[in-house]
């Protein structure tokens, strides 16, 4: 009955899509405000056929209905309850299924949102764009993806899920997160669409498309490091970071997205910025696309992308047109982009956001070539080629340093051309301390120029940034004030974030250790100033997994229980650490060989990684960064919509521009 129930929901939801986009097509065509605010109704049919298809598929995974393929393939009766409920974004369908209802989620809101605003021929232009990119996903999983085929001969019991997304909560958290910054994107860029069809650049639709780009951006960032840390916390190889192709694709449309959120900052409003704008929003749509198709056709083998694909074709397809419609558009319009007068650009904070966003270029190129080379030696010559961590640090490094001192700088610059002597002199308490840094460095005997260059540039990014936080804070708390100060501190935490996480991934890459121990029952051994104990083994059976676990003692504390397990009917082996965290490191550890008799030795993997746990700190401070801006954002709208006379001066999370 459920299944039924969401394959209809998919079904409600690909006519509910593609009568929006003809009802808003009528209404423009008829220049009929009334008919642009009914396809509202289209709207939410969309939404709720999504909801229904979604609720099915819970439902047919927590009362084990084995005569969907999907559950019989992905979840099983032993599966523990919060697995059940990741089992949806666990394999290829549903994680579609997962995509378009949470798209269909933002269309709704975009279209309630609107209010009387939602009549104009511009938003009518964004909904159609939106609801296309929804139409295709929905079109994709009655076609290729569809997560409601049902089998005849139903199994007794399902397989379960992959052993890896069922061994460490993150998974419930992971994904969703990742997808409502990856979709997110798709608002957006439809604005964008609309502004160049339309032809509309004023301030309001330009802070409505960065208001929608920023909650994008946040999700984004946090389900970037949340992969990071399950990585870290699932994969036992010590690591939060491999350059993995799949990883690049999410990092990706994050670049670009970021590079659009300084770039839309910036006080020139001439039209080479306008077109830098809009190519921003296109391109980090087009990625989200790309990525799409990097995980999820089977091109790629990596732990995070789903094998066994049919989609490949259909994504690429659908990436060529974005990005074919995308150009011609933007060269259709590049009069009208380029009408504005673009003043001159010399010492001052708009240079400062131009040079920021040509390094955030280049290493967007530099990145997605080191990713799809291997697929393009491939295709032309059959050779497998890799390109691993070595070529992207190499590259990425010096730029990520240069982004590190740009970002500091900026804030401290005027808007308007400002003397070499008195930007000097703004940034110069921020350079000594940055100098200071580097020498403490060397006196204290460090000799890689890498680490040396992280800890100068990121002592410059705190300091300046902390330095920022603290004028911001004396301000008066009066009307817009208020306004300004809210929105400078979410710029200024997320900046702060970024210098934690610049120092913690230099200090954790550069000084940690790895070993392994070969340790005897009740006997100690010694790595890298710790103590380690081994107090012998246990094994732990439940319905759902079968794990031998070693107890060991860390300086005295612990127990610490590195295991490996087997789950259900898998003969998959899995290693799952057991790490000791702390303020200045973490020491990690893995169950690498357990003992072959009873009484006999076992072998532990350790690494300790210093300030390790300091990335996620800062990752969290720059989501924190962002939704406070979001929080500001909301604010000035409500004030609006108020009438307390807000101003168009005032700051929208900061200086917005047109597009």
Known sequence: MF????????????????????????????????????ARGMVVLVAVGALASTVAMQHALLTHDFSLVYVAENSSKETPLL?????????????????????SGYLLVVAVRAGRRGSDAAFAWTMVVGLVVAAFFFALMLHSANPFITTPHPPADGAGPNPLLQDYPLVAFHPPM???????????????IASLITGRSDMEFARQTRYWALIAWVFLTLGIFLGAWWSYQVLGWGGYWAWDPVENAAFLPWLCGTAYLHSSMSSNRGGNLRIWNISLLVAT??????????????????????????????????????????????????????S?????????????????????????????????FPLLAQAVNGEVVSVGPPFFNSFSAPLALALLFFMTVSPYLPARDVSWRLAFEKVFPYLAIAMTTVLASVALGLRDKGVIAAYGFGAFALSGTISRMVRQLKRPRSGSA?????????????????????????????????????????????????????????????????????????????????????????????????????????????????????????????????????????????GAGGLASVAQALGRRRRRALGAGVKDSEPDMAPSEAL
């Open 340 to 372: 504005g007068a673009f003043s001159r650009v010399g010492i001052s904070r708009d240079a400062a956001f131009i040079i920021n966003n040509l390094l955030f270029a280049a290493l967007t190129a530099i990145i997605l070539l080191g990713t799809v």
């Open 482 to 622: 208020i306004s300004a100060r809210v929105a400078g501190l979410g710029s200024s935490l997320a900046h702060l974030g970024v210098g934690i996480v610049a120092i913690a991934l230099a200090t954790s890459t550069a000084f940690g250790v790895r070993g392994e121990l070969k340790l005897s029952p009740f006997s100690s051994g010694y790595f890298h100033g710790h103590r380690f104990t081994y107090e012998g083994v246990t094994t732990l059976v439940t319905p759902s997994r079968s794990s031998l676990r070693a107890a060991i003692l860390i300086d005295g504390t612990g127990p610490y229980l590195p295991q490996i397990s087997q789950f259900g009917t898998n003969t998959q082996v899995i290693g799952t650490p057991s790490v000791k965290t702390g303020i200045t490191e973490d020491v990690y550890l893995t169950l690498d060989s357990p003992p072959q008799s009873a009484g006999g030795p076992i072998m532990l993997g350790v690494v300790v990684e210093p300030l390790v746990s300091w990335l996620w700190v800062g990752g969290a401070v720059m």
């Open 285 to 338: 749509f087009c990625l989200t696309i790309l990525g799409t198709f990097f995980t999820r056709s089977g091109v790629l083998q990596s732990v995070h992308s789903f094998s066994g694909s049919t989609l490949g074709p259909d994504l690429i397809g659908f990436f060529a047109l974005a990005s074919l419609v995308s150009i011609g558009l933007i060269a259709w319009r590049l009069p009208m982009l380029r």
């Open 178 to 192: 990742l997808y409502l910054g990856y979709v997110g994107f798709t608002i957006p860029f439809a604005f964008g």
């Open 83 to 103: 697995y059940q409920i990741t089992g949806m974004w666990s394999s290829l369908a549903g994680s579609i299924l997962l995509w378009a209802a949470v798209l």
């Open 3 to 38: 299944c039924v129930v969401g394959g209809v929901g998919l079904v409600v939801s690909l006519a509910g899509a593609v009568g929006g986009i003809f009802q808003y097509l009528w209404g423009i065509h008829r220049r009929s405000p009334a008919t642009i605010r009914n």
